[in-house]
T-cell receptor
């Protein structure tokens, strides 16, 4: 069974500062990994995903994440935070079916990012 | 592309009443997921379908919950009878069966049981 741990339920940064949201996973097989963002009163939007290609994955809105198998981590970063980045961020892991496909996502508990002016 | 469409967006109901949440997945998508989001438990998968067939319903809390997918363009999640602890945001999501494709989420149905 897969699981995800997001370290820090709340992260606060100043506008222009580095954003680092931490995610560690547990999986018995090479996983697929995802970061989603949720703005208030909205659904989840995919930021980026790792599906066993390049270990450094670039996503939307200037975010990127690096898959580190040795550390079982998939931390999300952005060099310079904007006010509009304030939201809740979820890391997720999937089961892999047949080597390429996947079924359900298992989510972490989420990290609320606050950006101060 | 209209995205995943859920209805109702908001519902307030009394304890004991039946609640039906509806979902229209993105056209051409083969997988459909129902998730529940609460402050205490976060995002939990309730059930998912592949080609209209339930694949994993281990997350359905109890017999009061049921889900159906009568065709490729429609699914329902029913709670009968509803209880205050069912208050949550229920998300429907879908994706294509093309390997590594993205799961797209709807805007959610915000349920309050009083």
């Amino acid at each position: 069974a897969q699981s995800v741990t997001q370290l820090g339920s709340h992260v606060s940064v100043s506008e222009g500062a580095l954003v680092l949201l931490r995610c560690n996973y547990s999986s018995s097989v090479p996983p697929y990994l995802f970061w989603y963002v949720q703005y208030p009163n909205q659904g989840l939007q995919l930021l980026l995903k790792y599906t066993s290609a390049a270990t450094l994955v670039k996503g939307i809105n200037g975010f990127e994440a690096e898959f580190k198998k040795s550390e079982t981590s998939f931390h999300l970063t952005k060099p310079s935070a904007h006010m509009r980045d304030a939201a809740e961020y979820f890391c997720a892991v999937s089961d892999v079916i047949g080597g390429t496909s996947y079924g359900k996502l298992t989510f972490g508990q989420g990290t609320i990012l606050t950006v101060h002016p | 592309d209209a995205g995943v469409i859920q209805s109702p967006r908001h519902e307030v109901t009394e304890m004991g009443q039946e609640v039906t949440l509806r979902c229209k997945p993105i056209s051409g998508h083969d997988y459909l997921f129902w998730y529940r989001q609460t402050m205490m438990r976060g995002l939990e998968l309730l059930i998912y379908f592949n080609n209209n067939v339930p694949i994993d319903d281990s997350g359905m809390p109890e017999d009061r919950f049921s889900a159906k997918m009568p065709n490729a363009s429609f699914s329902t999640l029913k709670i009968q009878p509803s209880e205050p602890r069912d208050s949550a945001v229920y998300f429907c999501a879908s994706r294509q069966d093309r390997g590594r494709n993205t799961i797209y989420f709807g805007e959610g149905s915000w349920l309050t049981v009083v």
